[in-house]
């Protein structure tokens, strides 16, 4: 079974930046789409950035176009999501996931994603 592992989260000020990293192993990434999700206090889970297996395709939600922005090395097994000018409603918990599941209408949909990351917490506060 593929596994994640979430790093780079941290607490900042409004309009800074973080760079998070989601790292797998036993399995290569190389096969999978890679989601970005997030959940604030007492919220419910939601997307946040996905990405194709070969990078090609790219998704943002809208609250996160132009300030973030996810990629991946797949040499390096890893995906990136970075995170600038950042508000305080980005406060989260910020989760990556992984689907082997691509031939869909939307690609970032939290039920398509199997694997997922046990989360790292990023607040934004002044």
Do not use: H
Not at 4 to 28: T, W
Not at 76 to 95: C, R
């Amino acid at each position: 079974q593929l596994q994640l592992v979430e790093s780079g989260g941290g607490v900042v000020q409004p309009g800074g930046s973080l760079r998070l990293s989601c790292i797998a192993s036993r399995f290569s990434l190389d096969a999978y789409a890679i989601g970005w999700f997030r959940r604030a206090p007492g919220k419910e889970r939601e997307e946040v950035s996905c990405i194709s297996s070969s990078g090609t395709k790219i998704i943002y939600t809208d609250s996160v176009k132009g300030r973030f922005t996810i990629s991946r090395d797949n040499a390096k097994n890893t995906v990136y999501l970075q995170m600038n000018s950042l508000k305080p409603e980005d406060t989260a918990v910020y989760y990556c996931a992984a689907t082997r599941v691509e031939r869909v209408q939307n690609l970032c949909v939290v039920g398509l994603f199997g694997s997922w990351g046990q989360g790292t917490q990023v607040t934004v506060s002044s």
